[in-house]
């Protein structure tokens, strides 16, 4: 069971939006806690999409944002593209658990 | 650009340790925050631990007892060693980089799949 949770799946049309929503607590995300988003296509390494809540690397397309309220954050694609069926991981920090990093269990986008 | 690349045995016995390296090349170990993951079949990201190019470390609370990472400057190189390994320890194990200890991971080793089994 993981301390942030994610839906395990979503799903859209070409085009379209969709949200993944990471749900922390007050120890978390909650106590201000920087959320880091990660892409994985399956059979390779995640890669990071979103960093510091909003903020995204250089080369990650614009239709990809991060935001954050109280105690949960939410990955938003607008646009949907085929290329961006994978699945999405949310990670932050807790300090019930001594300042350790935590992971939400992920979330498969799937383009229909 | 800054590779990462994960080597050591793909099989490991029960009760053994498991030993792997990460190489960082095209660019500097100094100044970041090097750290292992892993991801069971078909399950979450899970933390391991991490290294500052100092030499401190901070490993997950459910592993801690059994965790060592280290460093290698001089080759540019930072390892992990798991002991007393079980089945459960079966995973792909990534290295990656993190620019500080609140920073996303910003770089990512392929991984290499480790089996433990008898």
């Known amino acids: 069971q993981s301390v942030l949770t994610q839906p395990p799946s979503v799903s859209g049309a070409p085009g379209q939006r969709v949200t993944i929503s990471c749900t922390g607590s007050s120890s978390n995300i909650g106590a201000g806690y920087d959320v880091h988003w990660y892409q994985q296509v399956p059979g390779t390494a995640p890669k990071l999409l979103i960093f510091?809540?909003?903020n995204r690397p250089s080369g990650v397309p614009d239709r990809f944002s991060g935001s954050t309220s109280g105690t949960s954050a939410s990955l938003a694609i607008t646009g949907l593209q085929a290329e961006d069926e994978a699945e999405y991981f949310c990670q932050s920090y807790d300090i019930s658990l001594s300042g350790w990093k935590v992971f939400g269990g992920g979330t498969k986008v799937t383009v229909l | 650009q800054v590779y990462l690349q994960e080597s050591g045995p793909g099989l490991v016995k029960p009760s053994e340790t498991l030993s792997l390296t990460c190489t960082v090349s095209g660019g500097s170990i100094s100044s970041y925050y090097w750290t292992w993951i892993r991801q069971s079949p078909g399950k979450a990201l899970e933390w391991i631990g991490y290294i500052q190019y100092r030499g401190s470390t901070n490993y997950s609370p459910s592993l801690q007892s059994r965790v060592t990472i280290s460093v290698d400057m001089s080759k540019s190189q930072f390892s992990l060693r798991l002991a007393s390994v079980t089945a459960a320890d079966t995973a792909i194990y990534y290295c990656?980089?993190?620019?500080?200890?609140?920073?996303?991971?910003?770089?990512w080793g392929q991984g290499t799949t480790v089996t433990v089994s008898s």
């Open positions: 510091g809540h909003t």
């Open positions: 990656a980089r993190a620019g500080d200890f609140y920073y996303g991971l910003d770089v």
